[in-house]
Nanobody, 126 residues
Framework: QVQLVEAGGGLVQAGDSLTLSCAASGRTFSSFAMGWFRQRPGNDREFVASISWSGMSTYYADSMNGRITISRDNAKNTVYLQMNSLRPEDTAVYYC???????????????????WGQGTQVTVSS
């Protein structure tokens, strides 16, 4: 059974940093791009970042570009999202995702994602 399990969410203050992790089990995703989405209250789930199978290239949505870094450790089957200078509008549930049709870093559409994590809540207070 394939599982993606996120961790690292929590309540932080504006300006703080947070690093999320997503550990995969049940199969290896080292040949596929992995990504992060978020769903803010009252909004659709939106793409945030992706990373190529090798980890050598990354792609970021404009919404958090410059404040986030995505990375992966294929030996641990884990992807990370480091978030800096957090703002109250970054409050959301953050999900990791795998699209089996992608190996390079590019925008991901939520309809093409094959596997989702259960999500981790990030709350940024002002």
């Amino acid at each position: 059974q394939v599982q993606l399990v996120e961790a690292g969410g929590g309540l932080v203050q504006a300006g703080d940093s947070l690093t999320l992790s997503c550990a995969a089990s049940g199969r290896t995703f080292s040949s596929f791009a992995m990504g992060w989405f978020r769903q803010r209250p009252g909004n659709d789930r939106e793409f945030v970042a992706s990373i190529s199978w090798s980890g050598m290239s990354t792609y970021y949505a404009d919404s958090m570009n410059g404040r986030i870094t995505i990375s992966r450790d294929n030996a641990k089957n884990t992807v990370y999202l480091q978030m800096n200078s957090l703002r109250p509008e970054d409050t959301a549930v953050y999900y990791c995702a795998v699209d089996l049709n992608k190996s390079t870093a590019q925008a991901m559409g939520k309809m093409s994602v094959n596997y989702w994590g259960q999500g981790t809540q990030v709350t940024v207070s002002s």
